[in-house]
């Protein structure tokens, strides 16, 4: 049993699993998004520079779920560990694979998006970034640098490189117990993070539905919804 009240400094990372019971899709579950879509044709940089209408009209639908879910209690339950950690000067470092923003909706205060966020887009021209909430046209213009036709999702597709390493590194060699809720342990660089932490002698737990494709690196694993076991551990 790890004793998670001992553990001052936690680093936490989500995946999809963890928006699943608010409705949104996983990837790689029974009828999730890339049993039904090849992320070859829709996730790679690749795919939007052949046909960008599809790839824009793909996270335009992505987009409009978020936005249109609510956080569940896993979420609420990682924004209030953070409080009470942050309250005893510990600390819950939220690292994310999930695009959407349920984390902040439920009061996450800090969240690290290390593959992007479907809420914003980013100028292929300038490279200014920006929010951006409604859908995403071809033609639509930068707002700083009003050039038309240069804007794309603000995602890290596959081949690219995932955002915030080696913060997120410096915060993992940092920490006294790492935690994987919602995911299947399939995407790297996130799929190593347990390893690393394993070399550093720190912590590591597993909160999911099923064993992830990672979880004999794990030391203890829990198996069940996150809206139960994510409050389960942290409450
Ligand atoms: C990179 C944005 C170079 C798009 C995504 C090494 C080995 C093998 C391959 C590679 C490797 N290194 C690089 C690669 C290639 C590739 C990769 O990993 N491919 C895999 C598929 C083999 N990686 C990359 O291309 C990455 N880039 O490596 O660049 C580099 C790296 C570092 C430094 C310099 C250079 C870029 C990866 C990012 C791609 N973008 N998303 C979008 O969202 O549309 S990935 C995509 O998968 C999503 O972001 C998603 O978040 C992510 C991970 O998936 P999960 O979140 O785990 O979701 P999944 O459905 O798989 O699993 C859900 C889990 O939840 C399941 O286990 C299920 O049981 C569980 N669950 C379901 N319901 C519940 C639940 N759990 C609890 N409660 C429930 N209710």
Redesign the pocket.
Do not use: C, K
């Given at each position: 049993m790890t004793e998670r009240i001992t553990a001052r400094r936690i680093f936490v990372l989500?995946?999809?699993?963890?928006s699943?019971?608010s409705g949104l899709?996983?990837?790689?579950?029974r009828g999730?998004?890339?049993a039904r879509f090849d992320?070859m044709t829709?996730?790679?940089p690749e795919a939007f520079a052949r046909d960008p209408e599809t790839v824009l009209a793909?996270?335009d639908a992505?987009r409009r779920a978020a936005l249109a879910a609510r956080p569940?209690a896993?979420h609420h339950a990682l924004a209030r560990a953070a409080d009470r950690l942050a309250a005893s000067g510990g600390r819950l470092f939220l690292c994310?694979?999930?695009?959407d923003d349920l984390h902040e909706r439920a009061g996450s205060r800090e969240v690290v998006h290390?593959?992007?966020e479907?809420t914003r887009v980013r100028c292929t021209a300038c490279g200014a970034g920006a929010e951006h909430r409604g859908d995403l046209a071809v033609g639509d213009r930068c707002a700083a640098c009003n050039r038309a036709g240069c804007l794309r999702?603000d995602?890290?597709?596959?081949?690219?490189?995932?955002k915030h390493?080696d913060r997120i590194e410096a915060m993992l060699a940092d920490s006294d117990l790492f935690v994987a809720?919602?995911?299947?342990?399939?995407?790297?660089?996130?799929?190593?993070f347990v390893a690393y932490a394993r070399r550093r002698g720190i912590r590591t737990c597993a909160?999911?539905?099923?064993?992830?494709?990672n979880a004999d690196l794990f030391e203890e694993t829990r198996?069940?919804?996150?809206?139960?076991?994510?409050p389960d551990f942290f409450d």
């Open positions: 989500t995946g999809a699993g963890v699943a019971e899709g996983t990837f790689r579950d999730g998004l890339w992320p829709l996730a790679t793909f996270y992505r569940n896993a994310t694979q999930n695009v290390m593959h992007g479907l999702p995602i890290v597709w596959f081949g690219e490189v995932p390493l809720a919602g995911t299947s342990g399939t995407v790297h660089p996130a799929a190593g909160l999911n539905l099923e064993p992830s494709g198996t069940g919804p996150a809206s139960r076991t994510v």
